[in-house]
């Protein structure tokens, strides 16, 4: 019986919830980030065997939580084998074969099943559905839920099991540049939050200033970007931060992240016990930088003008750096004006960021 549900998949009145998965070990999106998460031994189960050849297109990888009433089991349904890949429908339709016989072998009375191979693997839905619907006729008596692909939930709805990492050096300088630049952003708008391209430029330039954060930036849509901090900001979620999410919501819907109750409190106590001065240093030099760029097209634009400084060749000549910035992309041209440009340059200028040459 097919039971068109809504909300939480992984908070599903069901005994088993269907995960969707590659074969190659990540769960670095949707809602394989929020089953990493959520089902942390899962995801320990998933990639060991990912790492021996045993997740494979057209066949289940089952976890049994071994304990008894509602999501028992978790069954990590292969949609793509890379995770770049997209889905082949022949592949779902393959996979659904497995999953009923599953299904039937342990005497399954309910299982919540996401659309498989949609989102990030492209499928049609309606495709995509009739198939589902096709496989569980031959389980008349199994109560499936099917979640429509209507978006994630909210962060804060988003289970978190996985332990509290620790705070180190970098982890507290970071959540220090966040409360820090979110407390002056407040005293110039009201804000719910700092957005994830903000907290991109926070991390570029603290590490512009000399902190050793070891990530990698380069040229983004939207200004230097490092995709090596995705996985600081999904091991900080749900512990020091809410609302980066399972990473499904775009960039330009600017989504609202904030620091968890007590992080401030935390981070405080961490860094009066540890040696902190190369950070406080940073994070003053930071703040006077960015003193009234506190909002995401301004931040953006200044990250913009520092990256582009530093391409080679390095330059400072102002009319190198318009042109390089306007031949950038299309959005970079229409929003960065010269004379905006020319404050981004004076601003990082005076705090000695620029080439001091021609």
Known sequence: MIIVSHGNLLTADAEALVNTVNTVGVMGKGIALQFKRAYPANYAAYRAACATGKVKLGE???????????????????????????????????????LVRLVRELGISSVAVPALGCGNGGLDWDRVRLAIEQAFEALPDVRVLLFPPEGAPAPAEMPV??????????????????????????????????????????????????????????????????????????????????????????????RPINLTPGTSEAVAAWSASHDTDSSDKALDQLARLIDGFETPYSLELLATVHYAAQQHPPSADINELVHRIQTWSGRKARLFTPAHIQTAYDRLRSAGLMPSFQ
């Open 60 to 98: 289940m990888f089952l976890f049994d939580s071994a304990r008894l009433g509602p999501r028992r089991y978790v069954i990590n349904f292969p949609t793509k084998g890379h995770w770049r890949s997209n889905s082949k429908l022949a592949d779902i339709e393959a996979g659904l074969a497995a």
């Open 161 to 254: 099991a996985t332990a509290k990492p620790p705070l180190t050096p970098g982890r507290a300088t970071l959540l220090r540049g966040i409360d820090s630049y979110l407390d002056r952003a407040r005293t110039l708008e009201p804000r719910d939050g700092v957005t994830e391209l903000e907290i991109q430029k926070i991390s570029y330039f603290l590490q512009a200033l000399g902190q050793p954060f070891r990530l990698s930036f380069g040229r983004g849509p939207y200004g230097p970007y490092a995709e090596s901090l995705h996985r600081v900001l999904e091991l900080l979620e749900g512990h020091y931060l809410i609302g980066y999410g399972d990473r499904s919501a775009r960039v330009e819907e600017l």
